[in-house]
Structure formats: structure tokens, C-alpha cells
């Protein structure tokens, strides 16, 4: 079985500040792992996935993920917080194309001034 | 872009009725599936659906739910009998099938349903 486990369920930060959302994963086979987000009153948009043939692995804008194997970890980073990155943004783990998304609980993340 | 559409928006119920919520899946899509979000907790899978059949379920996808997918572009929940615990925003997605590494779903907006 595998699990998605996200420490913190709010951050905030300030607009211009680093981003960094944690991600740790569980699973029994090599994972295929993802970080969603959703905007207020939105559906699940994709934002990058790890697909094994890089540990760095480059989203839609401007944030990144490093596959970490021996820390068990996917965390999200963006260099540079824009007001728009406002949102809630998931963690979800795979085992096996087209098999089922495990999300974790969820980091809403708040932008200030 | 193609996108995944769901319809309704918000349904509102009575507790026992029956409800059906549909879902167009991006057109050459293989798979779909139905996820649902109680208000404040995480994301979690229901079923999925692929070649006409069900591929995987979860223990929550009990007698009380079914799939279908009735013509060549729709693909439906149907809750037979809502309870109140029903409440949640579900989410419909789908995925191309792509061999070799992890397929992207792509989710639609959700249907809220409440249950009153």
C-alpha cells in the first residue's frame, strides 16, 4: 500500500519569498509521484510528475520537485512566491501507470504583501 | 485545451434519493475514474474504468455506487440511495493510457453534492 504524507497544512509566505512544500512518500514499489493544485472553486490541475528519468523534476510556473529516494521525499520548492500561487496544493503517489491517485491532506498555501 | 467537463455543478438531495452524476472524459482517453473530497479533508479514490468494465475500486465504492459509461463519451456515478455522509465535492478524471510511466489524469471541476 502506499501513503502521502504532507507536513504543514498552511504556509504562508511573503511575495517574493522561496517556496517549499513538503512531500513524503511510502510505497513498496518504486513510486510514480505528482503535486497537484487546486484553486478556489477549481478541479485538480496538474503541476509535475516524476516520472524516473530525472530526480529533478520541472513544473508549470516556475515551481520544481526533487525526488529524493533515500529521504523518501517529493517536496515542491519555487524560487520566487507570486500572489496568483495562492492555492491548495496536493501531493499524490501512484504505483503503476493508470493505477490510482493517493493524495495526501493538502497544503493551502497563503501569499502576502 | 481539451478538458474534462462535469455536470452538474451542485446537486442538492434528500437523504435516500437517488442521484447521478456525469462526466465527460477528454475524447481519446482510456481510463476514468471518480475521486471525492469531504469539505476540509483530503482527496480520496472511488473507482476506476476502463474497457467497459471496473479496473480497480476502493472500499468506499460500495453496493450503493455504480459506474457506467452509457454511450461513447459520457461516463456516470450513480449513487443509488444518498446518505448524508455522501456530502462532498466528486471529481471525475481521465488519462490517455500512455505505456512506459505514470499517466497524467486530468480532473474536471467536480460536482458538489449535497446531501440533506
Known amino acids: 500500500a502506499q501513503s502521502v504524507t504532507q507536513l504543514g497544512s498552511h504556509v504562508s509566505v511573503s511575495e517574493g519569498a522561496l517556496v517549499l512544500l513538503r512531500c513524503n512518500y511510502s510505497?513498496?514499489?518504486?513510486?510514480?509521484l505528482f503535486w497537484y493544485v487546486q484553486y478556489p472553486n477549481q478541479g485538480l490541475q496538474l503541476l509535475l510528475k516524476?516520472?524516473?528519468?530525472?530526480?529533478l523534476v520541472k513544473g508549470i510556473n516556475g515551481f520544481e520537485a526533487e525526488f529524493k529516494k533515500s529521504e523518501t521525499s517529493f517536496h515542491l520548492t519555487k524560487p520566487s512566491a507570486h500572489m496568483s500561487d495562492a492555492a491548495e496544493y496536493f501531493c499524490?503517489?501512484?504505483?503503476?501507470?493508470?493505477?490510482?491517485?493517493?493524495f495526501g491532506t493538502g497544503t493551502r498555501l497563503q501569499v502576502t504583501l | 485545451e481539451p478538458e474534462v467537463t462535469q455536470t452538474p455543478s451542485h446537486q442538492v438531495t434528500q437523504m435516500g434519493q437517488e442521484v447521478i452524476l456525469r462526466c465527460v472524459p477528454i475524447?481519446?482517453?482510456?481510463?476514468f475514474y471518480w475521486y471525492r473530497q469531504i469539505l476540509g479533508q483530503k482527496v480520496e479514490f472511488l473507482v476506476s474504468?476502463?474497457?467497459?468494465?471496473?479496473?480497480?475500486k476502493s472500499e468506499i465504492f460500495d453496493d450503493q455506487f455504480s459506474v457506467e459509461r452509457p454511450d461513447g463519451s459520457n461516463f456516470t456515478l450513480k449513487i443509488r440511495s444518498t446518505k448524508l455522509e455522501d456530502s462532498a465535492m466528486y471529481f471525475c478524471?481521465?488519462?490517455?493510457?500512455?505505456?512506459?510511466?505514470?499517466?497524467?489524469?486530468?480532473f474536471g471541476p467536480g460536482t458538489r453534492l449535497t446531501v440533506l
Open positions: 478524471a481521465s488519462s490517455p493510457g500512455l505505456a512506459g510511466g505514470p499517466d497524467t489524469q486530468y
Open positions: 510505497s513498496s514499489v518504486p513510486p510514480y
Open positions: 516524476y516520472t524516473s528519468a530525472a530526480t
Open positions: 499524490a503517489v501512484s504505483v503503476s501507470t493508470a493505477s490510482k491517485l493517493t
Open positions: 475524447s481519446n482517453h482510456l481510463y
Open positions: 474504468f476502463y474497457n467497459n468494465e471496473i479496473s480497480e
